[in-house]
């Protein structure tokens, strides 16, 4: 790998993010299949540690100016060349047209690392990919008019949901294909386009040999009555407003106060402090571990001592939502009984009382009693974490749902069912 020259262009809005663990194992499948990249980030990374999948990747990452003022002679440098280029006057077209719908600080900036990243890719790159249909796409967009170049995207959850309906429609007319990783999802971007063959379906799917079959599935027989050994309930998750965490200290203040639980909450997030907070008020703190963001082998360890696994999502003020959450997968996957909401996708991947629980957003009763019901009754917990776990394995293996993307690139020949642990 390390004597191929990159031809893809990978661009994130940062890397390595512990939260975006689903775009490291992509792009390690897409490097043992044959694929050279470059990865390109908008932004630098925040956080302190990385999951074992990043170290692995052996792209190279170019860091764009997070901010065009902190890093003037660089566009400056850039713009002087970029300005010559046969697709400047059509680029700068459509940056003002998209300006003039969307006044914004962060539109200029896009644009501006567009033309430091037009100046300064290196011609091996034959071909540029976006992860997040806005800021990473509006990059990339800017990007391949200004050079030539074709571009694809990769479309989630926070992109499709936040960005206006004009901004998807003109990136899904300009690129080559996107991939989007939810059936509802897919069925709202194929409704926006009249070509609807050029969007796909693409789950992420779980990578079985990372997360392997734990050897506590049998499952434990908590059940909430030993003050000693009080039911495990985990949430992974940044501590935002569509994860529903408010919602869901809500739901465990208001369990019968002689059930004896210990919830534990992985990830940072704008809201913790306030979450904790809330929890203070609420007279609860003291059952709940707040560990922070954490690398994916202290997340492993922590599913397989938990009993639940809890994310009640919602749809944000804004109209942000989750997607299908992979920390769902990933908890199904290490036999663990989830609750969860009728959100977006998560449907697609838990059935209701046959895989998991749900409710619908924001109902705090039937949340309570969903937990309630789980941890009261170990059976049950049981059969519904090995029902998540069989469906998991066989229906969202990332294996599987590699082969699609993979073709994409053209790399069907290439396909041996990747290994990327």
Known sequence: ??????????????????????????????????????????????????????????????????????????????????RKFGGYKSARRIFWADLRRDISPNRVRRFGQALVLAAELPESVERLYAHFLHTPSSVARYTAILTGKPWSASAHAVDIWTTPRWDLEEKIDDCEWITTCTKTNLDFLQGLTGDPDKISLVYHGIDVDRFSHPSTASGSLRDGHDSDDPVVILSVGRAVEKKGYGDLLEALARLPHDLNWR??????????????????????ESRIRWLGSQPQEKVISHYRVADIFALPCRIAENGDRDGLPNVLMEAQSQAIACVSTNVSAIPEL???????????????????????????????????????????????????????LAIKFDLAEKLTAPKVA
């Open 350 to 404: 838990i059935l209701d009382k046959e895989t998991g629980l749900l409710s619908d957003p924001g109902d705090i009763e039937a949340l309570t009693k969903n937990l309630c019901r789980l941890i009261e009754n170990p059976g049950f917990r049981h059969t519904l974490a090995t029902g998540g776990e069989r469906r998991v394995r066989e229906r969202f293996r990332f294996d599987n749902c590699f082969q699609d």
């Open 263 to 284: 919830f534990v909450h992985i990830g940072g997030g704008v809201l913790a402090a306030r979450l904790q907070r809330q929890s203070r008020l609420l007279g609860i």
């Open 1 to 82: 790998m390390t004597d191929i020259l990159p031809t893809v262009g990978i661009i994130l809005k940062g890397y390595p993010r512990l939260s975006e663990t689903f775009i490291a194992q992509e792009i390690l499948a897409l490097e043992k299949c044959g694929l050279a990249a470059e990865i390109i980030s908008l932004r630098h990374p925040t956080d302190r540690a990385v999951h074992p999948v990043h170290k692995q990747i052996q792209a190279k990452v170019r860091y764009l100016p997070e901010y065009l003022y902190q890093d003037v002679g660089r566009v400056f440098t850039a713009w002087r060349r970029v």
